[in-house]
C-alpha cells in the first residue's frame, strides 16, 4: 500500500523536485502552500506523513504543527526549516513534530527520514498484537511494556530499542542506529551507542524473560527471543 504524504511548502524550487522524488519513490503526495490549506487538507484525508515548512505565507509551521495535533493527526510530523539552530528543534518537538530537518537538505536524507519515520508508525501500528514474551513498544506514548509490567527507560534506550524493535529478527547496523537515534553526522566513535545498548540490556534482563539485544559481530545488533 503507497503511503500518503502531505507536502506543506510555499516554496516551488523546493516543491517541484521534491514531489518528482516522492512520486518515484512510490508515495502518493499531495501538496499544501499555506498552513490554512494544510489544516484544510489533513481534515479531508488521511496522511502518514506531514512535511512542514516552518516558514509559510499564512500560519507559522509550529502553529499549522500544534493545529494538526489539536484536530487528532495521529501520522508523523517532519518539518522543515532554514532555521538551523537547536531551539527550533526543541520547540517543533514539544508542537508534536517527530523529526526535523534543516535546509538545505540532500534528497537521499529527506527519504532516509521518511523511512524511519514509517517504521516507527508501524511499530505503532503492531504493538499492540505482539506475543507475550514480546516487548510492547509504544510509540505514541513513549513507553515500553513486558506484559503488564513498564520497562523505565532513557530517552535514547527507547528510541534505540524502537529501531530494533522495528526491524525484529533482522539486523540493524551500527551506523543506521547512530544515523536514527542521534540524527546528525557523527565522527568515528560509537561508544555512546555500546553504552546505551549495554545499559538497555540490563534493563530488559530485569525486566523478565522477554527479546534481547543480540550483538552481531562486525556489523550491528538485533532483537530475538
Ligand atoms: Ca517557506
Not at 499531495?30 to 505565507?57: F, K, M
Not at 534505540?160 to 565522527?187: F, G, H, I, P, T
Request: glycine share 8%; charged share 30%; proline share 2%.
Amino acid at each position: 500500500m503507497s503511503h500518503r504524504v502531505l507536502l506543506v511548502e510555499d516554496e516551488s524550487d523546493i516543491v517541484s523536485p521534491l514531489v518528482q522524488t516522492l512520486g518515484r519513490e512510490g508515495y502518493v503526495v499531495d501538496q499544501a502552500s499555506s498552513g490554512r490549506d494544510a489544516i484544510a487538507a489533513a481534515s479531508r484525508a488521511t496522511y502518514d506523513i506531514v512535511i512542514l515548512d516552518l516558514g509559510l505565507p499564512d500560519i507559522d509551521g509550529l502553529e499549522v504543527c500544534r493545529r494538526l495535533r489539536a484536530a487528532g493527526y495521529k501520522g508523523a510530523v517532519l518539518i522543515l526549516s532554514a532555521r538551523s539552530q537547536e531551539i527550533d528543534r526543541v520547540v517543533g518537538l514539544d508542537a508534536g513534530a517527530d523529526d526535523y530537518l534543516a535546509k538545505p537538505f540532500g534528497l537521499a536524507e529527506l527519504l532516509a527520514r521518511l523511512r524511519a519515520l514509517l517504521r516507527r508508525t508501524s511499530v505503532r501500528a503492531s504493538g499492540a498484537s505482539a506475543g507475550d514474551h514480546r516487548l510492547q513498544v509504544d510509540v505514541d506514548a513513549h513507553r515500553v511494556y513486558v506484559g503488564d509490567h513498564e520497562v523505565a527507560l532513557t530517552g535514547k534506550e527507547f528510541d534505540v530499542l524502537a529501531v530494533l524493535a522495528a526491524n525484529r529478527d533482522k539486523v540493524v547496523s551500527r551506523s543506521q542506529l547512530m544515523s536514527e537515534v542521534w540524527s546528525e553526522a557523527w565522527y568515528g566513535s560509537t561508544k555512546t551507542l555500546d553504552v546505551t545498548i549495554g545499559r538497555l540490556r540490563q534493563k530488559l534482563e530485569k525486566a523478565g524473560p522477554v527479546e534481547r539485544v543480540v550483538t552481531v559481530r562486525g556489523v550491528g545488533f538485533r532483537l530475538e527471543g
